[in-house]
């Protein structure tokens, strides 16, 4: 059984970090290209973030490139993102998934995904 679990999300001010957790299991993680995706009340699930099974290529959505990080640890079968400076617009539900191309990330594609974790930002 395949599990995707979120964690990390909380209540913060503008300005502040967070860093957020998913940890997979049931999967050989190191062949999955992994993603966060948020959504925020009344927006459709949108892309943040994404990194290919070795570890060794990332991509950003515009609106989060040189504040948030997304990195992966593979033996803890893991994968993060670091979110600094953070803005009201970046409230939201984040989910982590798993795809098996790094080329092809939309939500349509994503083989695996988790329940999600809270993220609030104050002004």
């Known amino acids: 059984q395949v599990q995707l679990v979120e964690s990390g999300g909380g209540l913060v001010q503008a300005g502040d970090s967070l860093r957020l957790s998913c940890v997979v299991s049931?999967?050989?993680?190191?062949?999955?290209?992994m993603v966060w995706f948020r959504q925020a009340p009344g927006k459709e699930r949108e892309f943040v973030a994404k990194?290919?099974?070795?570890?060794?290529?990332?991509e950003y959505s515009d609106s989060v490139q040189g504040r948030f990080t997304i990195s992966r640890d593979n033996p803890k079968n893991t994968v993060y993102l670091q979110m600094d400076d953070l803005l009201p617009g970046d409230t939201a539900v984040y989910y982590c998934?798993?795809?098996?191309?790094?080329?092809?990330?939309?939500?349509?594609?994503?083989?695996?995904w988790g329940e999600g974790t809270p993220v609030t930002v104050s002004s």
């Open positions: 990194i290919n099974g070795g570890g060794e290529t990332t």
């Open positions: 049931g999967l050989l993680f190191r062949s999955y290209a």
């Open positions: 998934a798993a795809g098996i191309s790094y080329l092809y990330t939309a939500t349509s594609d994503m083989k695996y």
